[in-house]
Nanobody, 117 residues
């Protein structure tokens, strides 16, 4: 079983930056693909960024060039660095982990990011 704890969300002004963190339990973290999703009020949950066990990354078009996903396997932690934030980035952000064989999903509790003047 994997447990994920999200943190780092806050209220920021447009153009500002935040770094989200996701701390994972378990001793096989390095084998899991990780990702960040977000859900704004009244909208579907959408993929923001993913990172494989090998470190390959992928991003939604809306965040390319502004967000960076990374992982530190020694700390069992995945990060999302968010720069040049826009009001449209306002959402609850969720950390996600996918098991390598079963493809089972695990989710963090979510952390609120609000971008507003």
């Amino acid at each position: 079983q994997v447990q994920l704890v999200d943190s780092g969300g806050d209220l920021v002004q447009p153009g500002g930056s935040l770094r989200l963190s996701c701390a994972a339990s378990g001793n096989i973290f390095r084998f899991y693909a990780m990702g960040w999703y977000r859900q704004a009020p009244g909208k579907q949950r959408e993929l923001v960024a993913t990172i494989t066990s090998g470190g390959s990354t992928n991003y939604a078009d809306s965040v390319k060039g502004r967000f960076t996903i990374s992982r530190d396997n020694a700390k069992n932690t995945v990060y999302l660095q968010m720069n040049s934030l826009k009001p449209e980035d306002t959402a609850v952000y969720y950390c996600n982990a996918v098991a390598p064989v079963s493809r089972a999903d695990y989710w963090g509790q979510g952390t609120q990011v609000t971008v507003s003047s």
